[in-house]
């Protein structure tokens, strides 16, 4: 929906936006119907199946299944109609979950990604290979870049699979005027990187003109706060008493830090990113107004 409301501002008859409801990026036939049936010069692969902790946890084969499904479906389909250039999507929660801070993208086959979201994770890190192979051998403009803890509005804030500041924001708004403690998974003290969607999207955009190298590219930025952090500015926000906020240390809390090094993105394309503070503001502001609305959040 970034994307979307970027290319609106400049140009939008440049692109194509594509969902479930147009193709089964699972569904290889379903796939190569699609490209042909479109033609594109390029294509920005944003689609997965992803989600909080509970969702990883509990549907590891299904994420590394149909994520990885996507990925080779629509590489192979690029390759059969000579799509000039593709622009992969992997995540900063596949690197090592014994990587030294910050990351850098060389660390991507160090060691295992966390226990936790290692379906996900495994799916993710399979695009680096998928990248190096198709420009080896069929010498495709093929690039992969990794974001980290992408937020904004349009977020998916269903309760089985919304990440954890969605989750936050919906509970702190559905619970703002009970007296009913809200507990969080965890005890609040992992680090984590959020990057506002939209500064991903042009992020993205920048990539797609400038950018063409086997080398995944870290596009995330560097500003981190604890989950519990988070969960106080959120409640701020809705004015909810801090003292509701309880942390179940008998639940995974997940991996303490996994902070990126976004330095060889930012030297070449100077970017500018939106403070976390000013764009969770906004997507808060947004939920409000549009909450309960079936037709404009996802829920």
Same mark, same amino acid.
Request: with cysteine; glycine share 4%; proline share 5%.
């Given at each position: 929906?970034?994307?979307?409301?970027?290319?609106?501002?400049?140009? $939008?008859?440049?692109?194509?936006?594509?969902?479930?409801?147009?193709?089964? $990026?699972?569904?290889? %036939?379903?796939?190569?119907?699609?490209?042909?049936?479109?033609?594109?010069?390029?294509?920005?692969?944003?689609?997965?199946?992803?989600?909080?902790?509970?969702?990883?946890?509990?549907?590891?084969?299904?994420?590394?299944?149909?994520?990885?499904?996507?990925?080779?479906?629509?590489?192979?389909?690029?390759?059969?109609?000579?799509?000039?250039?593709?622009? $992969?999507?992997?995540?900063?929660?596949?690197?090592?979950?014994?990587?030294?801070?910050?990351?850098? %993208?060389?660390?991507?086959?160090?060691?295992?990604?966390?226990?936790?979201?290692?379906?996900?994770?495994?799916?993710?890190?399979?695009?680096?290979?998928?990248?190096?192979?198709?420009?080896? %051998?069929?010498?495709?403009?093929?690039?992969?870049?990794?974001?980290?803890?992408?937020?904004?509005?349009?977020?998916?804030?269903?309760?089985?699979?919304?990440?954890?500041?969605?989750?936050?924001?919906?509970?702190?708004?559905?619970?703002?005027?009970?007296?009913?403690?809200?507990?969080?998974?965890?005890?609040?003290?992992?680090?984590?990187?959020?990057?506002?969607? %939209?500064?991903?999207?042009?992020?993205?955009?920048?990539?797609?003109?400038?950018?063409?190298?086997?080398?995944? $590219?870290?596009?995330?930025?560097?500003?981190?706060?604890?989950?519990?952090?988070?969960?106080?500015?959120?409640?701020?926000?809705?004015?909810?008493?801090?003292?509701?906020?309880?942390?179940?240390?008998?639940?995974?809390?997940?991996?303490?830090?996994?902070?990126?090094?976004?330095?060889?993105?930012?030297?070449?394309?100077?970017?500018?990113?939106?403070?976390?503070?000013?764009?969770?503001?906004?997507?808060?502001?947004?939920?409000?107004?549009?909450?309960?609305?079936?037709?404009?959040?996802?829920?």
């Amino acid at each position: 929906m970034a994307m979307k409301k970027l290319a609106t501002k400049s140009c $939008l008859n440049r692109f194509i936006f594509c969902d479930s409801k147009d193709c089964d $990026l699972t569904n290889y %036939e379903d796939t190569l119907r699609y490209v042909d049936k479109i033609h594109p010069d390029s294509i920005i692969h944003l689609a997965a199946l992803s989600g909080g902790v509970q969702l990883s946890m509990n549907h590891p084969a299904t994420l590394l299944r149909d994520n990885s499904y996507m990925t080779l479906n629509i590489v192979e389909a690029a390759r059969i109609h000579s799509v000039k250039k593709i622009v $992969l999507t992997l995540s900063s929660g596949m690197y090592p979950e014994s990587s030294p801070d910050p990351i850098q %993208e060389t660390f991507i086959h160090d060691g295992a990604p966390h226990i936790s979201n290692y379906g996900y994770s495994f799916a993710k890190r399979l695009i680096e290979p998928v990248i190096r192979s198709y420009r080896s %051998e069929y010498d495709m403009s093929v690039i992969g870049l990794v974001p980290n803890g992408i937020y904004g509005e349009h977020g998916n804030f269903s309760y089985e699979e919304a990440p954890m500041w969605a989750s936050l924001i919906r509970r702190f708004h559905e619970n703002a005027d009970s007296e009913r403690n809200i507990v969080i998974w965890g005890d609040g003290t992992p680090l984590r990187e959020h990057t506002y969607a %939209e500064d991903i999207a042009r992020a993205f955009l920048w990539c797609l003109d400038h950018y063409d190298s086997a080398d995944i $590219l870290n596009i995330g930025t560097t500003e981190e706060y604890s989950v519990s952090e988070i969960a106080y500015m959120i409640a701020d926000n809705f004015n909810v008493d801090k003292s509701r906020i309880i942390f179940d240390t008998l639940k995974p809390t997940g991996i303490h830090r996994k902070s990126t090094d976004n330095s060889n993105f930012v030297s070449q394309s100077h970017f500018v990113y939106t403070p976390f503070k000013d764009g969770l503001a906004k997507t808060i502001n947004w939920f409000k107004e549009n909450y309960p609305n079936p037709n404009k959040i996802r829920l």
